[in-house]
């Protein structure tokens, strides 16, 4: 986490970009959305095996970076809710003027969490470092279908499809199960 306070106060220092540690601030700051980060954060997963694509995983931790940084820091707060609550102002001007603060608001947020970003080890890609994360996580998810659910999973297959695998491995097990209750003819 950074520890260096932006523009004043902060709530929590900022967060490194890693699911875990934006976790733990939103505890912090907004607690309340912590079940609207998981249901997310699982939809960019899946997107990102759907896809074999790492663009809905890298779009959910910015996203969830942006919004920890407005919520970590008072004064970005405080002016993110008047422009939203301002949106839908009945004089156009004041609707105008919150939207192109909202719009500020969510520059500035992006920017201070852009720069904090940790630089990737000389010669690495984003996309390759992405790649890298989500093969583990994959190998990690084959690896518990191996040991829990007791079935055999390659880790040959470099296609990161474990959904489809385990989808497969259902469909099998369920098939077999009715096989096996049918009554012999």
Known sequence: MSTQADRGHTLVPR?????DALRAALAVVDPARLP?????KDEAF????????FSPVRSWVLAWARDIEIARRP??????????SDLEHQDAVVAREALRELSLVLDEA????????????????EERAMTDQLQERAAAARKHAREVVGVDMSDEDSRVDVLGNLRKITADRVLAMRKSAEPPA
Do not use: N
């Open 36 to 40: 609207e980060m998981q249901q997310t």
């Open 46 to 53: 899946a997107k990102a095996v759907e896809w074999q694509s």
């Open 15 to 19: 967060p490194a970009q890693t699911p």
């Open 110 to 125: 992006m920017s201070a969490v852009a720069q904090s970003r940790r630089p990737l080890p000389e010669g690495m890609t």
């Open 75 to 84: 004064d970005l707060a405080t002016r993110h809710a008047r422009a939203r």
